[in-house]
């Protein structure tokens, strides 16, 4: 009998022990190899501009040890890139960087994806929303722009990425709305990223391109195009100072661009731990600073949980503001 407790107190301590180590390991989780980021569209749109700028950050700052990639994988109105992340449920190693374009296209049926399955990580920024011409276009400002969708919605093309039905689609939608012509009638033309958009606007294929500052600043210095405004609540800065809101215009539409990071489905609470404290520490640099400045970016974080609860919410504005412009079925 007392040989017997001895061995049972012996492999109950044995098993306590084992709990402990695993969950110590648990606790210090952390990648142990490549950390990809997959960036729905492609290279140097704005998505790609803010995988690219926190991969730099982080290994600059080595907040990740790990050695970290991105990879471009666009198409499908996001599809492409959520179904090559499906594939890899429980990797804490794969991160995906997003906008609201899957909230959209999950509405109107262009993803067909489980997107609420997968892991919210963080928020990190929101981007205004430009509209622009080329220099010599005879669209002088944003009351020009939305005299003409006024007067024929369809007479002038819009270019933009990477999917219809999503923040650029609607704050188009959304000018023509405010003067009372049907939104349904624009001429949406989509493309792969901002910079492809931006692109076929130079190329005399677009009058109009929707995107937001880091696919056009460059453009923007050398006098190539003309940004007829911007729907922001207030002007930005920089380059931009100078340039109107289209509420300063009298056209009463304010919309942007959120910038997020997801990770693939049944992630652990370990896992996002890390990447919360990661991102965490990534707002704090001083190179985070700058790339905020310097991209005209505003700051809007949110650890996981809350963007959790913000993309559900999220999804039901989208879902109303679609329904009210005719893209979706009420």
Same mark, same amino acid.
């Given at each position: *009998? ?8 012996? %492999? ?7 709990? @402990?180590? +695993? ?35 982080? =290994? &600059?700052?080595?907040?990740?040890? %790990?050695? *970290? ?26 991160? *995906? ?14 993803? +067909?994806?489980?997107?609420? @399955? ?8 929101? $981007? ?22 006024? &007067? ?23 000018? %023509? ?26 190329? #005399? ?6 995107? +937001?500052? #880091? ?12 940004? +007829? !405004? ?46 919360? #404290? ?11 600073? $700058? %790339? ?13 949980? $809350?963007? &959790?609860?913000?993309?559900?919410? =999220? ?10 412009? !005719?893209?979706?079925?009420?």
């Amino acid at each position: *009998m007392h040989c017997t407790t001895i061995r049972l107190r012996a %492999a109950c301590a044995a098993f306590v022990i084992g709990l @402990a180590v +695993t969950a110590s390991c648990a606790a210090d989780w952390k990648p142990d190899r490549n950390v990809e980021f997959t960036v729905p569209t492609g290279p140097g749109s704005g998505v790609d501009n803010t995988a690219r700028t926190l991969q730099m950050i982080m =290994q &600059a700052s080595k907040l990740v040890e %790990a050695p *970290m990639s991105v990879i471009n994988k666009p198409g499908g109105s996001y599809g492409v890139a959520l179904n090559y992340l499906s594939q890899f449920a429980g990797d804490g190693q794969r991160l *995906m960087i997003q906008t609201s374009t899957p909230l959209s296209a999950l509405l109107t049926g262009q993803i +067909t994806v489980d997107y609420f @399955a997968f892991t919210p990580i963080a928020n990190l920024i929101t $981007e205004p929303i430009a509209f622009m011409v080329r220099a010599d276009s005879p669209i002088a400002n944003g009351r020009d722009l939305a005299a003409r969708i006024k &007067a024929d919605p369809g007479s002038i093309s819009i270019a933009l990425a990477a999917a219809r039905g999503n923040a650029y689609h609607i704050a188009a939608a959304l000018i %023509a709305r405010s003067v009372g012509a049907d939104g349904r009638k624009l001429k949406i033309v989509v493309f792969g990223s901002s910079a492809d958009a931006v692109t076929a606007l130079m190329g #005399g294929h677009v009058d109009v391109a929707s995107a +937001t500052p #880091g696919a056009f600043l460059q453009l923007l210095e050398t006098k190539k195009i003309r940004i +007829t !405004g911007v729907a922001s609540p207030r002007r930005l800065g920089g380059a931009l100072a100078s340039i109107p809101t289209l509420r300063e215009q009298g056209v009463d539409v304010v919309f942007d661009v959120p910038r997020s990071v997801i990770g693939p489905k049944g992630l652990t609470p370990e896992q996002v731990k890390y990447w919360d #404290g990661v991102f965490q520490r990534v707002i704090k640099t001083p190179a985070w600073k $700058e %790339a905020l400045e310097k991209n005209q970016w505003d700051e809007d974080y949110m650890p996981s949980a $809350e963007l &959790a609860k913000h993309l559900k919410s =999220q999804y039901n504005i989208l879902k109303d503001v679609l329904s009210e412009l !005719g893209m979706i079925k009420p």
